[in-house]
């Protein structure tokens, strides 16, 4: 079962549940970059020197929970035939021009361009050749990169969604590829972000209609 509060009021009435295909499903792995996916990262780093502990819930699930389930749903993946897709946030050049306004200024706070330590994939979860990856410049995936296209040529039609934030660049990717028509579900531990509270309203908002939230384990029985 997922890690929600018992609170949790999910309003599911439109949010039928859709079969899952493995060989046709895909395992999106959000933003698990040392910019602010890692507790070595500039972020984590900077917090510390500073002496701020506003992202301590955020590096102990994502080290404890996020890298561990992630980890399993990958192994599980590739053993069902599925496809893993990562997808990265950052600019293409270190002047960061060639990102949106709004988010120039933390890509150069965080040295967070392609081809910089920070913008790399975590050792923990880190690609295989097979795998697919995609560079993205704004929050979600979809509004300025391939994804849609890749992933229709993969023919997937069911999508896991992993990484952080959760609220941020995992909740808006979700969204766009349940507007697109994508069986979506939200893997509850293995995602997370800053505040714990964001975290499940988050993912309570979400199931109100745009897909399912389910647990790392739940997950693993649907791909068996």
């Not at 999910?10 to 040392?34: C, E, F, G, H, W």
């Not at 053993?79 to 990102?99: F, S």
């Not at 920070?118 to 050792?123: G, T």
């Amino acid at each position: 079962m997922t890690n929600l509060p018992e609170t949790a009021d999910y309003v599911q009435a439109y949010n039928k549940d859709r079969p899952t295909d493995p060989k046709r499903s895909a395992l999106i792995i959000v933003d698990m970059q040392y910019a602010t996916g890692h507790r070595d990262g500039p972020l984590a780093k900077r917090m510390k020197e500073q002496g701020l502990t506003t992202t301590d819930w955020r590096f102990a699930r994502i080290h404890g929970s996020v890298i561990p389930n992630t980890r399993r749903l990958i192994d599980a993946m590739r053993a069902a035939g599925g496809q893993i897709v990562y997808v990265t946030v950052g600019a293409g050049q270190e002047n960061c021009c060639d990102a949106p306004p709004h988010m120039r200024e933390m890509f150069r706070d965080m040295d967070n361009y392609e081809g910089a330590t920070a913008h790399k994939i975590i050792e923990e979860l880190k690609p295989q050749k097979v795998d697919h990856i995609v560079r993205k410049t704004s929050i979600g995936a979809f509004a300025s990169t391939g994804i849609d296209h890749l992933l229709r040529m993969l023919d997937c039609e069911s999508l896991f969604m992993t990484g952080v934030s959760t609220n941020m660049c995992v909740e808006t990717t979700a969204r766009e590829a349940a507007d697109r028509g994508y069986a979506v579900t939200m893997v509850e531990d293995a995602c997370a972000t800053t505040h714990e509270d964001l975290h499940h309203n988050t993912m309570r908002n979400f199931q109100r209609l745009f897909g399912k939230v389910r647990s790392t384990d739940e997950v693993l029985e649907r791909l068996a």
